[in-house]
């Protein structure tokens, strides 16, 4: 098969490494890229929102299968943009159509499906500007910290806790009036601020049937014990220890099956892969949000774990054939440290030299933001610069080759947590 992957981070990085590996795998592009996956694959110079070029470079070279990393694509519709034409139809795409995406890009429909179908989620309500007034005065009702949460695609950065009535109710206007985040805050959920201990579950979906994939904890804050600015994740481990038993049966019946049917009951045609971050308040699992994707970094602990071919798992979902598959795993704890940039999550340089790639030993690299410059050094291109993913019996053991590797690696301004997962341990 020839597969192309769209996306340019450590997502993409592991879904390419694994991909490689596979007998079905034969020949493999990557769309923009980045320095890691040049190693194992071809990139392509190609934009993910771009459709008419992806898909004219898909027809070029005879592409059979695509597997979109990111949601923006998704959530525009790349899936229906080749199910229209009659030259892509035969493509598979692994993500899920406009209707399917929205789970992910619009919290208001995400909240009502929920609701609709039983699943346990955060109180809410939603608000546009039109009906500010009635905003305000359902917040003056609410206990805080309160939850405010744009409905659009606002990169990672729409939700925001509020600590006091005055800061949640001036952040409302500035949300619906001043368009704090555009059109994404159009319309803006109110949520109730649940307690708890937050986790992944992924599933792979052919509409019909899932497959469970390994459960991670991904790290958002920049500083150690969960302190400090929000990013794109940190680092993230997999298993998790909470995640099993009673609690797993309780995810398993109570919220994925229960979305599994809603899709199907709601005449959503869904292919592709659901990331549903939890909160485990007092053993009960609540959703905090779906995402039509895997996770960043999840994803590099995910893959490692599992033994499966993963080009097999994605052919039975594009042919709707999950229902008879089984995914092998390994047991192992995996652990993966970000290396992120200095200066990440607000302004930071690009284009540092890295080195000491040989001396990190036992563990996967998997790119993020780097490139190749000119002279063909490794150089720095993004916050998120490079996660290194460790195995070990534990989180202790996993986590120490992580950071053992971290230090190998150099660049200028580098900086990581040295505390991934270590909260889970008791
Ligand atoms: P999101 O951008 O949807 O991933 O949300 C960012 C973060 O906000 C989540 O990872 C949670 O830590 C936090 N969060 C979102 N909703 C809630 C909620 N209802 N209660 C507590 N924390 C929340
Ligand atoms: N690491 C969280 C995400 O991918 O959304």
New binding site residues.
């Given amino acids: 098969m020839k597969i192309l992957i769209l996306g340019s981070g450590g997502?993409e990085h592991a879904f390419a490494w694994k991909i490689a590996q596979s007998n079905h795998c034969e020949e493999l592009f990557v769309a923009p890229g980045n320095a890691g996956t040049a190693q194992i694959a071809t990139n392509i110079a190609l934009g993910v929102n771009d459709f008419e070029a992806i898909a004219n470079f898909a027809t070029e070279k005879k592409i059979d299968l695509i597997l979109v990393g990111p949601e923006a694509p998704l959530v525009a519709g790349i899936a229906d943009y080749f199910a229209a034409n009659e030259q892509l139809q035969h493509i598979k795409i692994i993500g899920p159509n406009k209707q399917g995406a929205i789970l992910e890009g619009s919290k208001d429909f995400s909240k009502n499906f929920m609701r609709k179908y039983n699943i346990p989620t955060a109180q809410s309500q939603t608000f546009t500007k039109d009906t500010l007034e009635e905003g305000l005065a359902y917040l003056a009702t609410q206990n805080t910290p309160i939850v405010l949460k744009a409905d659009g695609l606002a990169a990672?950065k729409g939700v925001i806790i509020s600590e006091t009535l005055e800061h949640a109710q001036a952040t409302l206007k500035e949300m619906l009036v001043d368009a704090k985040f555009g059109d994404a805050s159009a319309r803006v959920v109110i949520e109730e601020f649940l307690q708890g201990i937050e986790m992944?579950s992924f599933v792979i979906t052919d509409g019909n049937d899932y497959c469970l994939l390994p459960e991670a904890k991904?790290y958002?804050r920049i500083g150690e014990k969960d302190t400090g600015l929000n990013t794109?994740?940190m680092g993230?481990v997999s298993p998790v220890p909470f995640a099993k038993g009673d609690f797993m049966q309780k995810v398993e019946d109570q919220v994925i099956r229960p979305t599994i049917e809603g899709l199907k009951a709601e005449g959503i045609q869904y292919i592709g892969f659901i990331?549903f971050?939890l909160m485990n308040v007092g053993g009960n699992p609540y959703v905090i949000e779906y995402?039509a994707?895997?996770?960043?970094?999840?994803t590099e602990v995910v893959l490692p774990r599992v033994k499966s071919d993963l080009v097999e798992l994605l052919i039975a979902t594009a042919d709707n054939k999950l229902q008879d598959y089984t995914l092998e795993l390994d047991p192992r704890t995996a652990a993966t440290v970000m290396l992120v940039s200095g200066g990440y999550p607000e302004s930071y340089e690009k284009g540092k030299t890295m080195t000491g790639f040989d001396q990190a030993q036992d563990v996967i690299l998997f790119h993020a933001g780097t490139k190749t410059n000119d002279t063909g050094e490794t150089v720095t291109n993004g916050g998120r610069v490079i996660a290194l993913t460790g195995f070990g019996n534990d989180i202790p053991q996993a986590l120490d080759k992580s950071k053992a590797a971290a230090e190998q690696i150099s660049f200028e301004g580098k900086y990581y947590r040295k505390d991934i997962g270590l909260d889970l341990l008791n």
């Fill in positions: 997502r990672g992944s991904d958002k794109g994740g993230a990331f971050g995402n994707r895997m996770g960043d970094p999840e």
